[in-house]
Every structure is written in structure tokens, then in C-alpha cells.
């Protein structure tokens, strides 16, 4: 299962919520390079992008990633200890946010 979702593109619901998430042990680089886009009223989206591949160095599960939530009202996005969110990694926050877009690295 390693990779399951890499590269994938998530067209989340109209209403309603999203919850995205991995399994520890058996899906690490699980969002890899993938992109999720917002319903028209998506509600909640909730982002899991913890390490999937403890200890190993290897914490790229979130590299890439893409978040179109502008048309979200709410968006959290959990980020493990050895986990980064990386590379040309993209979040677009919920229009009305305090937050601003944050970009790689």
C-alpha cells in the first residue's frame, strides 16, 4: 500500500466534511504529490499528514501536496514531529481566514 494515494487528485463533496488521513504503518508517502480541491460549500476538511515512515528519514508522505480549501469554511491540517510539509507543497486556506497561503518548503 505504500504510495496509494500519490499523485491522486481528491474532488471533495458539495456538503459536508472531509477527512483524509493514512495508516502509520502501512501507507507512508501516502499523499505524495497529490492534490485535494474543495467542494463548492465543503464544510470541514481535516488533513492527517503525520509520519508514515518513522525513524526512517524518509518523510516525504506530504511532499507535493496541493490544498485548494478557499471554498471551505474550516481546514486543519495535522503535521506529525517528523513530518514536513514539503517541497512545492501548496495550501490555499478558507476565503476569510486570518491565515495566509503558505508555499513549500
Do not use: W
Not at 27 to 50: E, L, R
Amino acid at each position: 500500500a505504500h504510495n496509494c494515494f500519490e499523485s491522486a487528485q481528491f474532488h471533495l463533496p458539495d456538503h459536508g466534511n472531509a477527512s483524509l488521513s493514512m495508516s502509520v504503518d502501512i501507507a507512508p508517502k501516502s499523499f505524495k504529490n497529490s492534490h485535494i480541491i474543495a467542494g463548492q460549500h465543503t464544510q470541514y476538511i481535516f488533513m492527517d499528514c503525520t509520519d508514515g515512515t518513522k525513524g526512517t528519514g524518509h518523510n516525504d508522505e506530504c511532499l507535493n501536496l496541493r490544498i485548494e480549501a478557499q471554498t471551505a469554511h474550516y481546514l486543519q491540517v495535522v503535521i506529525g514531529a517528523e513530518s514536513k510539509l514539503s517541497g512545492d507543497a501548496v495550501i490555499e486556506c478558507p476565503r476569510g481566514s486570518t491565515h495566509r497561503q503558505r508555499e513549500g518548503g
